[in-house]
T-cell receptor, first 110, second 115 residues
Framework: EDQVTQSPEALRLQEGESSSLNCSYT??????LFWYRQDPGKGPEFLFT???AGEEKEKERLKATLTKKESFLHITAPKPEDSATYLC???????????FGKGTLLTVNP | DGGITQSPKYLFRKEGQNVTLSCEQN?????MYWYRQDPGQGLRLIYY???????QKGDIAEGYSVSREKKESFPLTVTSAQKNPTAFYLC??????????????FGDGTRLSIL
């Protein structure tokens, strides 16, 4: 059974203070690892797909990386508008579904 | 703009009542999904549909039903058999009939509460 564990559960940063969120996973035959951002009362917004170990993707202040066991979402010089819950999900083998982690609640204080 | 529209945003259910949540997409996606989100838990799959007139149970299908009569629409009915229906319900869609590695795209959810 595919499993995803995200850490920390919550992270509080000062504006400009860079940090990383972790997503550890076990999956049979990774087809893709997905990062989403979710604002309160909204649906998840797709950020990145990573397909194989060593791959990196960037978007503004966010950079996602992937190894065979985990993925990191690096946030460089965050701003208050980066505050949200960040979700990680994996899709494996011939599976039809995504397996989600519980998310990391990021708060960036001005 | 292409996207997924869920309605209503808020819904209240009385005891013994069935309620239906609407999900419409104009992304021309074959696959559609329903998830339930509870505080402190990851998203859990209720039902999914790879093509019109076909759907499969997910991990927590008991007390729910769906239909897929049109490519654009995938309504979810929360029946009176679902004893703990209070949650945030999310609809998603993806290309490629759900296999492969296309990302799922989500609507903005319906929050269901018990009166």
């Amino acid at each position: 059974e595919d499993q995803v564990t995200q850490s920390p559960e919550a992270l509080r940063l000062q504006e400009g203070e860079s940090s990383s969120l972790n997503c550890s996973y076990t999956v049979s035959g990774l087809r893709g690892l997905f990062w989403y951002r979710q604002d309160p009362g909204k649906g998840p917004e797709f950020l990145f797909t990573l397909y194989s170990a060593g791959e990196e993707k960037e978007k503004e202040r966010l950079k996602a990386t992937l190894t065979k066991k985990e993925s990191f979402l690096h946030i460089t010089a965050p701003k208050p508008e980066d505050s949200a819950t960040y979700l990680c999900a994996v899709k494996g083998g011939s599976n039809y579904k995504l397996t989600f982690g519980k998310g990391t609640l990021l708060t960036v204080n001005p | 703009d292409g996207g997924i529209t869920q309605s209503p945003k808020y819904l209240f259910r009385k005891e013994g009542q069935n309620v239906t949540l609407s999900c419409e997409q104009n992304l021309n996606h074959d696959a559609m999904y329903w998830y339930r989100q509870d505080p402190g838990q990851g998203l859990r799959l209720i039902y999914y549909s790879q093509i019109v007139n076909d759907f499969q149970k997910g991990d927590i299908a008991e007390g729910y039903s769906v239909s897929r009569e049109k490519k654009e629409s995938f309504p979810l009915t929360v029946t009176s058999a679902q004893k703990n229906p209070t949650a945030f319900y999310l609809c998603a869609s993806s290309g490629g009939q759900g296999f492969g590695n296309q990302p799922q795209h989500f609507g903005d959810g319906t929050r269901l509460s018990i009166l």
